[in-house]
């Protein structure tokens, strides 16, 4: 029995080895027991090592029949180091790695050029981009810079202005106040004139006068009327540098009569006032003139305190030299003679002096009344204890330049006009002379804001500046002060209007700046920048009247040469972005357009086409498109029109959101136009690009098909697009008309080739579904053209020169197959 079994036993071992050996799929393995466990510990240590990922990373591509470990040693064979090394040097007989070469060194030598490229175009847009933030920052400076030197100046950051891309300003209620509204209605008035081109306006000094006499404000209404008095003087070149102007002589002279005639007319005023105050004790009397008027003065001027030091007698028990000095300060040179007749024949030099003086008193005396009226002031009047009467012969003769006369002059006023009537057109000692510079210097400079506590008394320090002839001073100081801001930019622009406002030649100048050219001390006051700052409060306000303030500016030009007014317009159009106010609404059935605020300033030198253009310039750079595709429809450029659509389209053609849903209502005034007869001042564009923006919109409409699934009525929009094949007869013209394509359609292309796939695709499987109620006639002859349809897209993807995604080469390939 033990014999049987053992027989069995080997007979089953033997039958076993016979099948092992006979089997070939597997190798034969001769192993001890020790061997199998060394093995099994390796193993063992690998999988503890490695983890278990790359077990199941084996068995994955074992199974498709990859061997992982081969590709493994292979990829770490494989080094970047050398690719974009210099190529070893060949010899000259090998043609081919010659060639190989020059191929290569191409390849490398375009992908350099492109890094340096685009490595230079950031560093450009960088330093454009900090340029540009400098610039801002400087304009901030100089905004801030404008107070006095003993001030400290306000460099605290202000807020950054939101970004133009956020929601747009749109035009609020009025930031005017009543000043502002009122001094702005004159403002527009006058502008109204312009445009009708009235030459016999009233200036606008006279306008602006009639605000301030509205105001019941005796000191702005003070103010104004030393504008109206030194703008009276001979009118001025338009042409002609007002600086330069305002050094000529006679111009001069002018503005020194001015100045003191104004002085002479407040001074009468006064003393009018003040007998008026105290009739009884200045027993004027009755009659008329200006002797009795100073009688009664000097009656009460002189009351109480004590007359002695007084010379020459009295006259109607008045002192004599206080008779005559305040008559000169009233203005009545005649009357002043008339008081010297009446104390006898003691003063006959001096009469004949000052009947020379009466007859030009702007001009010195002649040679022989000067030496004798010089020698009497040497040896008896300078040391006199009359101080009116060295006052008297210094403003007739000029005998003492240096004399400041404080015993008479004991306001500004009486200074600054003893100081303007010793100015005189010639001197005889030049050495002792005083100049009409000399004292504006001396005001401007010498003594300045602090010595007239100009912001305690605002109104003398801009009186003493404006009748010296300094006008830019004088506004640039008003600007300064909140309550006198309004009246200190309309007074520059009555000066403006009358050439006689010193401007720079660089409106991105200090508000108050020094031209080394001009004669010290005179300033030049950037108007430009005045205006600028005083309508910013109100511009998205009252967008009407921020544009009649800016058209002041239209003589003037940016540094780059525009027109300041148009480039005003231009900011003020992208800050807003409300282009219908400012350009006007097109009416949709007639296509014409309503007018626009803009389009009252339209002349010669303005269009507010123009102004449209550099507009959506601006906007195209800020990458506002949508903005300037409106914007450049208002200026009639519908190429321009028509390359931003494009533009755009090419990006939302396949998707949906808001974008594509705006550019849709955009579209259909763009057909609106299209279809409309062009007019000579906006013709068509290029048949190209309008052939690309049909395409466009017959893409969009495709894709809205293609997502509600309507893949027959798909189908025929992009057959009537003609842009891709439907059938192998077109391949060659769809394929031809690729290469002449603009870049916005080639984008759109693996688009539409995806979209494709995906109908055919869903079609085969339709087709699946219903075969077997179909004749299998019908549908091999619609599969037939499923694949003729897959091979066609194929084919065509592959012959046009243009570069598409890898996944739209993946989908037609896999499109192709899934075919048959």
Partial sequence: MGDEDFSKLLQQAEQLTTEIEGNEELPRVERSLGQVLEASHELYSRVIQSGANDIQAHLLFGSKGIDLQQISQKLETLSSKRTFEPLQPIADSDIESFLKNERENAILSLIDEVNKNSLQTTEDQKWEHMLSEWTKEKIKLMNAMIGPSQNWL??????????????????????????????????????????????????????????????????????????????NIPALVRDEDPL????????????????????????????????????????????????????????????????????????????????VYYCLRSGDATAALHCLRKAGRDHEEFIAALEEHIRDPEKALSDKIQTAINFQYRIQVRNSTDPYKRAVYCVIGCCDVSDEHSEVARTADDYLWLKLSIIKSRSNKESESFSYSDLQKMILEEYGETHYHAYEKPLVYFQVLALTGQFEPAIEFLSRIPRYQVHGVHMALALHDVYMLGTPRNVQAPLLSVDTDDPIPLRRLNLARLILLYVRKFELSDPSDALHYYFFLRNLKDPSGK???????????????????????????????????????????????????????????KGLFEDAIMVYDIADNLEKVLELFCVLLAQVVSGAGGLRERLGALSARVAARLRAPASPSAPLPPAALVDAYTKLCKLCTFFDQFHSENYEGALETIRSCELVPLSAGEVEARVTGARSARGELLRALPAVLRALCHILVAQRQKLRSAQSSLPAHTANKQLEWLREQAEVLNTFAGNIAYRMPGDTYSQLAQMQILMH
């Fill in 244 to 323: 330069k102007a305002r050094g000529n002589s006679t111009i001069q002279q002018c503005l020194i009569a001015q100045g003191k005639k104004y002085l002479e007319k407040r001074y009468k005023q006064y003393m009018g006032d003040v007998v008026r105050a105290n009739p009884a004790a200045a027993m004027r009397g009755g009659e008329p003139g200006t002797f009795p008027l100073v009688k009664g003065f000097v009656g009460l001027r002189l009351q109480g305190q004590n007359t002695q030091g007084l010379t020459d007698g009295v006259i109607e028990d008045r002192p004599l030299w206080p008779m």
């Fill in 154 to 231: 306000d460099l605290k950051r202000t807020p950054e202005p939101p970004s133009i891309a956020d929601t747009p300003k749109k035009f609020g209620h009025s930031m005017l106040d009543s000043i502002e509204a009122a001094y702005a209605r004159q403002v527009q008035q006058y502008n109204k004139l312009v445009f009708q081109g009235a030459k016999s306006r009233i200036a606008l000094h006279q306008k602006f006068s009639q605000v301030a006499d509205e105001l019941n404000d005796p000191k702005v209404k003070e103010m104004w009327e030393i504008i109206k008095t030194m703008s």
């Fill in 563 to 621: 027109n300041l007014f148009m480039c005003c317009c231009t900011d003020l159009a992208l800050e807003s972005r409300d282009y219908d106010l400012l350009f006007g609404v097109m009416d949709e059935v007639t296509g014409i357009r309503s007018q626009g605020l803009l389009d009252q300033f339209n002349n010669s030198h303005i269009d507010s086409k123009v102004i449209a253009l550099n507009l959506a310039e601006q906007l195209v750079n």
